[in-house]
């Protein structure tokens, strides 16, 4: 597999240094590297584009390096940021490392062939390097006029409008020299480990050209190095893609739940679902085609966004929390059973509608109609009388179930996890009940 030529028609190839492809087909396996901040414990989808350009890398035949930042992100990359970052003590940036290293396992393999990929972290090396000695062995090969040229810099220094600053706070010296420092990310690795490409995203240009520039001048115009920048993944209107209503979608179950994460996939916009496919999935180019001619007979169905779903949720969390995601998507939009939800899950499903809480004490003294009226304020149905009337029109469901008698105890009712009844107003009014 040509690595440009699959990331261009996937539409996630943006720009290369002269010479790389010449590179990739010359050398194998070529070491590339992408690095990742470690600001918080886990990655999340805007990320995952990333992880797929070494994903490509290593289907090619290449060796993939991933690099975690730990003295780096101890400093703050300025690249699309117009204020400074607060820092992170070293203990939560290993947390957070660890967090990251097990999520990139489920993507690269990791052995020890020729392609394993490999986890390092740029701590490791820069512990005991002193400030002293890397201005002396660093600093000095590169001037400010170069370091101040960089997009990323202007437009912190700039400040005004013109300059892409919008009222930026300016930058400081240790985010300044955030690029002198993944430069010499670049060299140590090209030096220890044989790398002799950089990767990452097109906002990155500016950082990894000034590593490649770093390893010419270290190596007396010698070194050979090479970048390759990927797309950023926008939606159609083209605002950046990654964060649901609710915030940012993380690869951890714990911070963005299986279903959660299922859904965002399955709501993409028809117009964006061509391109997630290409970025985020491994399925060929003939298998998308012919997922796009289905997609284009009903579009109603969502085959693209289905497909999508199932591929992405399987691949970052496991073919059982799919299933599982898919169920709980059936319960709301195709007659599931609600009782093979786990209790988060319910919560899930249900985040969104009215949740309301009723004495456990009281319900046993309570029938259906006086449950969906007085005793839940009225906020399901205003009377016992409009309780009645609906069940009569078989309008009216708890727990999946059609109701049939509003003078039923609630007593006797068949509770969901001993506490929760789902009631269903309608063919799309869903209340969660819970008795407390």
Not at 163 to 178: D, L, N, Q, V
Not at 217 to 222: A, F, H, K, Q, T
Request: hydrophobic share 40%; net charge negative; glycine share 12%.
């Amino acid at each position: 597999m040509d690595l440009i030529d699959e990331l261009t028609w996937r539409g996630m190839f943006h720009d290369a240094m002269p010479g790389t492809a010449e590179h990739l087909a010359r050398h194998a396996p070529v070491t590339g590297y992408i690095g990742f901040d470690p600001t918080a414990a886990s990655l999340h989808i805007g990320n995952l584009a990333t992880i797929m350009l070494l994903v490509h890398l290593q289907r090619a035949g290449h060796r993939p390096l991933a690099l975690v930042g730990g003295a780096t992100g101890m400093i703050g990359d300025p690249s699309g940021k117009s204020a400074e970052r607060n820092l992170l003590d070293e203990a939560t940036l290993r947390t957070n490392q660890a967090g990251i290293r097990a999520q990139l396992e489920k993507f690269l393999v990791f052995d020890d062939s020729p392609t394993g990929a490999r986890v390092v972290n740029n701590y490791d090396w820069f512990k005991e390097f002193g400030f002293l000695q890397f201005l002396r062995e660093v600093g000095k090969h590169l001037t400010v006029n170069y370091m101040m040229a960089k997009d990323s810099v202007k437009r912190r220094i700039g400040g005004g409008e013109e300059a892409g600053g919008g009222g930026s706070e300016g930058i400081s010296y240790t985010e300044f020299s955030y690029q002198l420092l993944q430069g010499y990310d670049f060299v140590h690795l090209h030096r220890a480990l044989g790398c002799t490409l950089q990767m990452g995203a097109s906002d990155q240009w500016g950082n990894i050209t000034t590593g490649t520039e770093l390893i010419r001048r270290l190596g007396g115009g010698e070194g050979k190095a090479y970048a390759l920048t990927g797309q950023l993944i926008t939606k159609a209107d083209g605002t950046k893609y990654g964060k649901s209503e609710t915030g940012t979608v993380w690869l951890d179950p714990a911070l963005t739940s299986p279903y959660q994460f299922y859904q965002f996939f399955l709501r993409a916009d028809d117009a964006d679902a061509p391109r997630l496919i290409r970025v985020f999935t491994l399925l060929s180019q003939a298998e998308i085609e012919d997922l796009e001619a289905a997609h284009a007979q009903n579009p109603g169905l969502k085959t693209l966004q289905k497909a999508l779903a199932r591929d992405v949720t399987t691949r970052v969390h496991s073919a059982a929390a799919c299933d599982a995601a898919l169920a709980a998507s059936q319960v709301l939009f195709g007659g599931g059973d609600l009782g093979a939800l786990d209790e988060a899950t319910l919560l899930d499903v249900f985040a969104g509608v009215p949740h309301l809480r009723v004495p456990r004490a009281d319900a046993g003294a309570l029938t259906v109609a006086v449950l969906l009226s007085e005793a839940t304020g009225q906020q399901i149905l205003p009377s016992r009388g409009e309780v009645r009337k609906l069940i009569q029109a078989n309008g009216l469901a708890l727990n999946g179930q059609k109701a049939t008698a509003p003078d039923a105890p609630v007593a006797g009712l068949p509770l969901l996890h001993g506490r929760y009844l789902v009631v269903q107003r309608g063919k799309k009014n869903y209340y969660l009940v819970e008795l407390v």
